[in-house]
């Protein structure tokens, strides 16, 4: 039987930090869906198409691996799509309290279900989607924490958030 994951998260936008996550994924998982959450708990930058194409682009020489936006509880789609694992990563221990309410949660919700965590690259634990958007609106160099297309991507919003007012 095929073993499949789920890698959920906001991905806004994707880092190398989940690049890094997805490619150690593939040599364990048969088959892995990046799970972008349409409405994550928190203000996002990106619509969640325009985080799925960032996330096509940024896997396309990946194989195995596929892209999707979810809806509601987290468990149900992950059930939906007939996979027994949850993969998240972890960067510090101050990510440990948030994974471990959301894994206990997740498993009373549906106990068949694993979450399983895995650490990315040392040179990408400090990354995060929420520090990048904040140093690409101040104008600073990205090309350490995400590809060149997503940098662009980033300050375009930015700067046309910017006119608009919006930030
Ligand atoms: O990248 P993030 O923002 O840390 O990802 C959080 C995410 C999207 C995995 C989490 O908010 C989630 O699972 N949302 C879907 C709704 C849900 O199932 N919530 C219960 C989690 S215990």
Redesign the pocket.
């Known amino acids: 039987m095929k073993k499949i994951a789920i890698y959920?998260?906001?991905?806004?936008p994707v880092t190398f930090g989940h690049i890094d996550l997805i490619k150690r994924a593939i040599k364990i998982f048969d088959r892995l869906i990046v799970a972008i959450?349409r409405h994550?708990?928190?203000e996002v930058l990106f619509s969640a198409k325009e985080r799925e194409e960032l996330l096509k682009i940024a896997t396309r020489s990946i194989p195995r691996v596929t892209i999707e936006i979810?809806d509601?509880?987290?468990?149900?789609y992950v059930k939906r799509k007939k996979a027994g694992v949850m993969l998240?990563g972890l960067r510090m221990i101050s990510d440990f309290e948030?994974e471990f309410?959301?894994a206990l949660?997740?498993r009373r919700?549906r106990p068949e279900i694993e979450t399983i965590y895995m650490m990315p690259n040392e040179s990408y634990c400090y990354l995060s989607?929420k520090l990048i958007k904040e140093t690409a609106s101040l104008g600073a160099n990205l090309k350490d924490f995400v590809p060149l297309f997503v940098e662009r991507k980033l300050k375009h919003k930015i700067n046309h958030r910017a006119h608009k007012g919006v930030m």
């Open positions: 959920p998260g906001s991905f806004d959450a994550p708990q928190k979810f509601g509880l987290l468990v149900d998240r948030y309410q959301m949660t997740n919700l989607s």
